[in-house]
């Protein structure tokens, strides 16, 4: 017996902040997975391409919006995440795609030319920026796409309840860490009295988020989580310094100072390095194939079982990615 061939599925994915350093290494990598120039590591969504008819490489298309007016192979290079070597093979791809002026409503002759099934806005402006991540919110749901918000920024999800979307606050790094880091050490018993985490960043999103009034949200993010996995709160501070010789490679550092058997005080320390990007990329593409999965279902509203890509879940708890990650399996074998 003849096995159906696949369903196919055509996915627009529209970008706020399309010239930004997360923006430029998605559309960059995805251009490399389609050419198979790179393998489809760090992708939780590509198991899951042929049993639940996730969108291919071949069937995803990137538009956006952004105020900088940069074709996305000049905002690959200034953004300097991914080396010009590994870009030269997709330049031309690349330099074809430039953003829409700010906020234009372009989306429905986007999805007539290209045919599309799904389209997904993705918003990846600059902490802060919540009145501009509001307007994409709105023409996400005038033009009924699901929403993905990766920024700590307000989109004003109330107005959103009749497409799906998830959100806030992608959680790469540091906080992805302790989000597995504190349920362990809660699961052995061990008491933590405090836990001092600190960031370098140097890109403009570390501009943004290591000045103290415009950084708020984000510190808030990366502080709220930790008692409520502990079941108590430690003493715990988050600091994030904008370090520009880092570049988008961050580097984070954990202090955590615990007590142990008979009370003995224990103490782990935690050195990262990583392109920020890098983490982030991968977990966007995920998040808009998931979404418009649950679009294609019928689905509207939060959409928890996206919960483990995000700092601050709109639905709140658990921040155990363990018992985030369980939902996000339990929902997909659900599909089957
Ligand atoms: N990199 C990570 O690991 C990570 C993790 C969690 C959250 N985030 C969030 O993702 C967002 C993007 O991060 P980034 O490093 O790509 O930032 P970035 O500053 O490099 O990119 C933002 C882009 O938005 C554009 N922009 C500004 N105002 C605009 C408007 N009104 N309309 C359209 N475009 C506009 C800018 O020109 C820029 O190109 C930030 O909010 C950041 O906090 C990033």
Redesign the pocket.
């Known amino acids: 017996m003849l096995s159906s061939p696949p369903m196919k599925h055509r996915l627009g994915i529209c970008i706020?902040?399309?010239?930004?350093?997360?923006?430029s290494t998605i559309v960059a990598g995805a251009a490399l997975l389609r050419r198979g120039l790179t393998q489809p590591l760090a992708l939780l969504s590509e198991p899951f391409v042929n049993s639940h008819a996730l969108a291919r490489w071949d069937e995803i298309i990137f538009a956006g919006?952004?105020?900088?007016a940069e074709n996305s192979y000049d905002?690959a290079r200034r953004?300097a995440v991914i080396g010009p070597c590994r870009l030269k093979p997709i330049r031309r791809e690349l330099a074809a795609l430039k953003p829409w002026p700010?906020?234009a409503d372009r989306i429905a002759a986007f999805r007539r030319a290209h045919q599309l099934d799904t389209v997904v806005v993705l918003n990846?402006?600059?902490?802060g920026?919540h009145a501009?991540s509001k307007q994409y919110a709105r023409l996400a749901a005038k033009h009924d796409c699901p929403f993905v918000n990766?920024?700590?920024?307000d989109c004003g999800e109330k107005n959103l309840r009749h497409v799906p979307f998830a959100g806030r606050?992608?959680k790469?790094?540091q906080t992805w860490l302790k989000s597995v880091l504190a349920p362990a050490l809660r699961d052995r018993a061990l008491h933590v009295t405090g836990w001092y985490s600190t960031n370098l960043l140097g890109?403009?999103?570390g501009k943004?988020?290591g000045d103290p009034v415009l950084g708020e949200a984000?510190i808030r993010d990366k502080t709220k989580l930790l008692g409520e996995m502990l079941g108590y709160e430690p003493v715990h501070k988050v600091r994030i310094e904008y370090f520009p010789p880092r570049g988008d490679t961050k580097e984070s550092w954990d202090y955590i100072e615990a007590e142990g058997f008979l009370g003995q005080p224990i103490q782990f320390r935690v050195s990262a390095r990583y392109p920020?990007?890098i983490?982030?990329a991968p977990m966007c593409l995920d998040l808009c194939r998931f979404i418009a999965l649950a679009a294609r279902r019928g689905e509207t509203g939060n959409q928890k079982w996206l919960s483990l890509y995000f700092?601050a879940p709109y639905a709140g708890p658990p921040h155990d990615f363990f018992r985030q990650e369980q939902l996000l399996r339990a929902y997909l074998a659900a599909q089957l």
């Open positions: 706020a902040g399309l010239d930004g350093a997360v923006a919006w952004d105020t900088r905002a953004n700010a906020a990846l402006l600059p902490t920026q501009a990766f920024t700590p920024n606050d992608g790469t790094g890109n403009d999103d943004i988020v984000k920020d990007s983490l982030a700092k």
